[in-house]
């Protein structure tokens, strides 16, 4: 492999590592204020037992988030230095603000979360919950308006020439704002919803089965859902707003997304596929003019598609069709599964339902294959650029990485990651079996 898709697939893997718990901690975080705000609002032991126990889930997946978040910003300076030089004033900006106003207050309030129990008060405490879901939603938000920047530049210009030139903020508003940020961050957000409703269903369902800690199982499984119907219809709108977003600011994007060639033409939109790229074709289940309906509302409009645009700014159609389709695919099964716990939940069957209970299970996989699949066809549908229409990604490779030198960091970094997986999996796994009744039986 080349040194580019060397250091291309090493930041596939740390960041594709990293995206596992970001997502839990923001969903995990409402569904905590839910909970907490349950008990000041019942004071039923239930309620508050259940927020201690979900509580110390949630600060074991903060930690494997920072821990695993921190390798990042290495690389921006080892394998990306030109990138960094490029968008280092630019992209400074909002991962300043996501430490100052949202690593530190969701750190400070965690504290408190954790071991303020018998020493603030009830309201005090829940006003911390609070913060603590706040400072993971703005660490979100910054986090996603610096990529979306990478995706729709704005506020900007640009500085010097040749390998010096680099990106100076002139509008920090409209950079924050910039054409494809409110979209992603809603779409971010309501993913996270998704993982975290999904884990908490997903453990309720595994103790209605087994026959354990079956009140704070059916509770969990309730909250659960209702989060999960929330997000997930959410999702289908904001799904659909981004499908318009992506078409206006990046054609060729959206083209890749559904294996579109023809220049300007009625587009279809597939259920799934395989593009066959030598051929310049797709083969598979497809509807006729939904991608013209989706984006214009009407079926008989044109999209662009590949062929109005030079082939060497093409991104990778397959693996951008098949991720996104991947995404789609879990998204509306997600739905069908949260639609049918609400069903059988309002005919008073739900806990009879063991198939479907064995589905909440594996269903937790569900939101972080979503996310995963989501986050590469958002990231390969913008290549080849880095910075899109502004920096390729092969000029944001340093110069002087020796290929050598990937390798090796890929070799230890995939051993670390598999160690703080197993380790984060056998401490999950002991909260689990220990349950949340440790503190008193319910």
Not at 1 to 11: P, W
Not at 64 to 82: C, D, K, Q, R
Request: net charge positive.
């Amino acid at each position: 492999m080349s040194t580019l898709a060397l250091a291309r697939f090493q930041f596939a893997l740390t960041i594709a590592f990293h995206y596992l718990f970001p997502p839990l901690s923001i969903g995990l975080s409402v569904i905590l204020v839910v909970m907490e705000g349950l008990w000041l609002k019942t004071r039923l032991p239930l309620y508050r037992q259940m927020t201690r126990f979900w509580a110390r889930v949630f600060g074991l997946v903060f930690a494997l988030g920072v821990a695993t978040g921190v390798v990042m910003e290495f690389e921006f300076g080892t394998n990306w230095a030109s990138y960094s030089r490029y968008v280092g004033d630019v992209f400074g900006s909002p991962l300043a603000a996501e430490g100052i106003f949202a690593f530190f207050l969701e750190s400070v309030f965690l504290g408190l979360l954790l071991f303020g129990w018998d020493k603030v008060s009830p309201r005090i405490h829940f006003l911390s919950t609070v913060l603590v879901a706040v400072g993971a939603h703005l660490s979100a938000v910054w986090i996603v308006v610096a990529n979306s920047w990478m995706q729709t530049p704005a506020g900007y210009h640009i500085v010097g020439e040749g390998p010096g030139a680099r990106a100076e903020i002139t509008r920090f508003w409209e950079m924050v704002l910039n054409p494809s940020a409110l979209d992603r961050v809603a779409h971010v957000f309501l993913g996270a919803w998704q993982a975290g409703a999904w884990l908490v269903i997903s453990v309720g369902a595994y103790y209605l089965l087994k026959k354990r800690h079956l009140e704070f199982a059916k509770a969990f499984v309730k909250i659960g859902l209702g989060v999960a119907i929330v997000a997930s219809l959410g999702q289908l709108v904001s799904g659909h707003h981004s499908a318009i977003i992506v078409s206006r600011t990046q054609p060729e994007k959206l083209a890749a997304f559904e294996g579109v060639y023809e220049a300007n033409a009625p587009a279809s939109a597939y259920v799934f596929g395989w593009v066959h790229e030598k051929d310049e074709r797709v083969s598979g289940l497809k509807i006729p003019g939904l991608l013209s309906w989706m984006v214009h509302g009407n079926p008989a409009k044109a999209v662009p598609g590949l062929r109005a645009f030079p082939r060497e700014n093409w991104p990778p159609v397959n693996a951008t069709f098949q991720t996104y389709h991947v995404m789609v695919g879990i998204g509306f099964a997600l739905i069908a599964l949260a639609a049918l716990g609400v069903f059988y939940g309002m005919r008073g069957s739900l806990w009879d339902q063991r198939w479907l209970l064995n589905l909440f299970v594996i269903a937790v996989l569900g939101p972080q294959i979503a996310n995963q699949t989501g986050w590469f066809a958002a990231e390969m549908g913008r290549q080849p650029w880095i910075v899109y229409h502004l920096l390729r990604t092969s000029e944001g490779l340093s110069k002087v990485v020796p290929a050598n030198m990937i390798r090796v960091s890929i070799v230890m970094f995939t051993l670390i990651y598999l160690l703080l997986l197993a380790v984060f999996l056998v401490l999950f796994y002991q909260k689990i079996k220990l349950g949340p009744a440790e503190e008193g039986s319910v």
